[in-house]
Every structure is written in C-alpha cells, then in structure tokens.
C-alpha cells in the first residue's frame, strides 16, 4: 500500500473564539479539538503527522506531544501557507496526504477512511470531504460544474449571492498527491477578501490543468463542524457528547438520562453499570462493572472497581477498589487509594491516604495523609490533624483498629494494631497495639448546681 501523511492545521489564533485559549486547544468533552483530530487520524494507517503551529505553538506541542512532528507558521497568511511549511518534512514524499483542520474535532476515522477509499478508487489527484449543510454560512462552498464535476471552492466572504446559496460545503479536510500538492500550493495566490493564502484554491488549479479532482460527500454534515466560535463549540460538545454516550450505552451501560451524563472521551465504562442523572465522568477515568455511579457524581482520571457505587460525590485522581461505598456527599481528593468493601459516607473527605479492605469511615470525617489497614472503623467527626501551618504529617492506623467518635489524630501518629481509642480523644502520641488510649478530661458532676444558681 502507498504512503499515507497527514497534515493537521493547528496554527491559528482563534479570533472568533474571542479567548485567551488558542483555538485548537479548547477542549470538547473534555479533550482539546486538536487532540481528538490527531488520535483519530493515529487510528488511519499514517506513515507520518505533522502538524502546523504557530499561534500557542509551545502550548500545542506540548498537548499532542510526540504523537506528531510540527513545523512552525510564524505568520498566518492562510490555510495554504499552512500547509506549505510542511514542505521540508513531506515535500519529496511519494503517496498520499490527507489534510485536517485542527477545529474539526467530530470528523470519523471511518469518515477519513472513507475518503481516503473514494480518493485511490477514482485515482484522484485531490479529493474534497464534503457535506450538505442545511444552513452553510461560514463556510467555503463547492461549485460544481454542468456534468457535476468539481470546479472549484469559494469561501463566504468571497461567494457572490448566489454561490451563497449553495449548501455543498468543504469540511476542510482533503486528501492530495503529496507532491502536486507541495508543487500546486507554489501557484496559489491571496487575491481574496481576506488578502490569504487558501489551500481551497489548489482545488481549481489541478482542475483547470486537467488532474482528477473528486468530492467524496458525507451524509453527516453535524460530524463536519468547524468550530470557530463559543456557539458552535457548544454544539461540538452536545454532538460528541450524544456519540460518546451512545458508544457506552451500546457496551451495554445503562445511562438513564443522557442529555444529563457528561463523559469524557477517554474514559472506559464496564457493563451492566449504571450512570444515574447528572454525572460527570471526565479525563482518563476507567470504571467496572455493574457499578452504580450518581445521581450527580463527578469522578476524573480515577478508577473505580466493579460493584462499586459513588453516589452525589467527587472523586478525583484516585483508585478505589470493587464492592465499595463512596458517598453520598463524600469528597475523594487526588492521590487516594481506598480498598474494597470499604464505606465512606456522607461528609467525609480524603485526602491523599489509603485505605485498606473493609474500613468504614460512615460519617462527617477528614482524613488526610493518612495509612489506614483494614477493618478499621473510624468513627463520626474523626479527623486526622494533619497540617501544622507549614507542614503535613502523616498518620498511620493500623488494621483492626477502632477510632471512637470525634477523635483528633495529631499527626505524626501511629495507631498500632487491634487497639481501641475512646471518643473524644485527642491523641499525641503513638497508641501501642491492642491498648486502650483515652485522652479526654474526665468527667466531673457537680450535683444540683443549677438549681442552686436559680435560687441566688
Ligand atoms: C476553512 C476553509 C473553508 C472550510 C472550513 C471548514 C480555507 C480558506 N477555508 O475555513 O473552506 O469550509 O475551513 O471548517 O481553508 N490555520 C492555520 N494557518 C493559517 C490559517 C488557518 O494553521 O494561516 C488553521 C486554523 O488554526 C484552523 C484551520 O487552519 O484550525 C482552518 O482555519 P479557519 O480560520 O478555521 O478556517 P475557516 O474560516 O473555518
Ligand atoms: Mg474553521
């Protein structure tokens, strides 16, 4: 088979966008546009990616990382001279390049493949991505020609009123002849509206010099949205959040209210798992099966084991283990680890500590920096006093332990094995194993002392 290259066009500023963020980095669902075009192009069979930056060209290299090679367009005269500078990485290339905007995040492998297919079968030297846009405003328009061969594009700004009227647009994306491409962007000029160099305007040169040029038209225009602007990044976030949510729901997830389920991109879902209403499920995170998640949880980049339930909590940067209970209204902060059959209830809140099997933290408690072994029971308002006003410390419980109610661990601590710690506690040292430790000020009744204050 030929060669395939893929040109991704990532240099703009994003003008429209009115944003401090460049373009191309605004995330949909969770992940940067350019991001979702180059792991879809990474599933094609591509020989090499190079992308074009200019704009937060550090910003986006340091997103797509070695998942591409850049070049750097360090002026933007437009999308031709965008693809020109890739010259010097494929200019002397033989096969075939596919060339994707960088803010068109919803465009299908199977899409680009598809295209890529009609491309070789009508051995074309250049092949448009088109669509039929019920309102095409914005976009450059396909001219066709008597026998509905394609002429040329003309972008909005240029269209006289009635190539406005055409809802045939180009997506942006194309293949080429990797060296009449490089050849053709030589003869592209910027007599335009916007006084730009457009890489639609190789189309009409290899047509008028008589190469094969094609169309190959998706029936989808929603998967070729160009997303320049706040409106139609809100749109690109509702599409690709029905399409992620239907992916899980046909693995077999049960999703109860999808237009209220927000799941990242990434994120794996088990079967037979529930996903209850207004849940947020975001960046790497991996979930098992049969969990039930929500109503209203937010859990990013974590793992949660299978039977697990998370109701109405935050989950961040964690793993949690199988058969556990995480809320309602617990708050997991990043780097914990909570073991299996474990109960975290409502108010508590970890921080940065494990917890080994079978632990129960039921109610309104803060634990942070803390070892904790299994079967411990850490009773109601419990905290782990971890913070001095400079440092933290760490507080170690080890298993079979019982914290009574309201118990202050100042750390650093040590709790050994099978010990007992009555409530009230304010515990300073370390409580050797298997001991009773109560640290609290006795009890003192000062009988009919009330009455005796009435009576004066
Ligand atoms: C472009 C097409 C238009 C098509 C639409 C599809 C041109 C001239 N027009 O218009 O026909 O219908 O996409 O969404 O190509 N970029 C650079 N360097 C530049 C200019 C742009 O890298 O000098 C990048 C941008 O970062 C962006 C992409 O190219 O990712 C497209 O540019 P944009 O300004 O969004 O073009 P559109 O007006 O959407
Ligand atoms: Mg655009």
New binding site residues.
């Given amino acids: 088979m030929s060669n395939i290259f893929a040109v991704?066009?990532?240099?703009?500023?994003?003008?429209?966008m009115k944003s401090k963020l460049?373009?191309?980095l605004h995330p949909v669902c969770g992940k940067p546009?350019?991001q979702h075009v180059v792991d879809h192009i990474q599933t094609l069979d591509v020989n090499r990616i190079v992308t074009?930056?200019?704009?937060g060209a550090e910003k986006v290299q340091q997103q797509l990382g070695d998942k591409s090679e850049y070049v750097l367009?360090a002026?933007?005269?437009?999308?031709?001279?965008?693809v020109q500078q890739a010259e010097g990485i494929l200019g002397n290339e033989e096969g075939t390049t596919i060339v994707v905007?960088?803010?068109?995040p919803l465009i299908r492998p199977e899409t680009m493949q598809a295209l890529f297919e009609h491309h070789q079968a009508k051995n074309a030297k250049a092949t448009i991505l088109t669509a039929i846009a019920e309102n095409p405003t914005?976009?450059?328009?396909i001219l066709r020609g008597e026998n509905g061969q394609v002429e040329q594009?003309v972008?909005?700004k240029d269209a006289s009123v009635e190539q406005q009227l055409v809802k045939e647009?180009?997506?942006?994306?194309y293949c080429f002849d990797n060296k009449l491409l490089f050849e053709t962007l030589k003869l592209v000029k910027n007599d335009n509206a916007?006084g730009?160099?457009?890489?639609?305007?190789v189309i009409e040169i290899l047509q008028k010099q008589g190469d094969i040029v094609e169309a190959y038209v998706t029936d989808d225009f929603e998967e070729?949205?160009?997303?320049?602007d706040r409106v139609a990044l809100a749109q690109a976030e509702a599409l690709m959040r029905a399409r992620i949510n239907e992916k899980h729901m046909r693995n077999g997830v049960t999703i109860i209210h999808p237009e209220t389920t927000y799941i990242s991109a990434d994120a794996v879902i088990g079967s037979d798992t529930v996903i209850q209403p207004g849940c947020m499920i975001e960046g790497a995170t991996v979930i098992g099966e049969d969990c039930n998640i929500g109503p209203n949880a937010q859990i990013a980049d974590s793992r949660i084991g299978d039977r697990t339930t998370v109701h109405s909590s935050v989950v961040r940067e964690s793993a949690i283990a199988e058969d556990t209970a995480i809320g309602p209204f617990a708050h997991i902060r990043p780097l914990s680890d909570i073991g299996s059959h474990v109960k975290i209830g409502n108010f508590v809140e970890v921080k940065k500590s494990k917890l080994g099997n079978d632990t129960k933290v039921s109610h309104l408690s803060y634990i942070g920096d803390a070892e904790i072994g299994s079967n411990v029971n850490i009773g109601c308002g419990s905290i782990t006093v971890n913070y001095d006003g400079k440092n933290k410390f760490k507080t170690i419980i080890e298993d079979d332990v019982f914290v009574g109610c309201n118990t202050n661990l100042v750390a650093p601590v040590k709790v050994g094995k099978g010990s007992f710690i009555a409530a009230g506690s304010t515990i300073t040292k370390e409580v050797p194993e298997d001991a009773l430790a109560i640290a609290r000020a006795r009890q003192e009744n000062k009988p009919n002392y009330v009455s005796k204050l009435n009576s004066k």
């Fill in positions: 991704i066009l990532a240099a703009g500023q994003g003008t429209r460049y373009k191309v546009m350019v074009v930056v200019g704009h367009q002026e933007q005269l437009g999308t031709a001279h965008a905007c960088g803010d068109t914005g976009y450059g328009r594009i972008e909005q647009i180009n997506t942006g994306t916007q730009e160099y457009y890489l639609p305007d070729t949205l160009g997303v320049n």
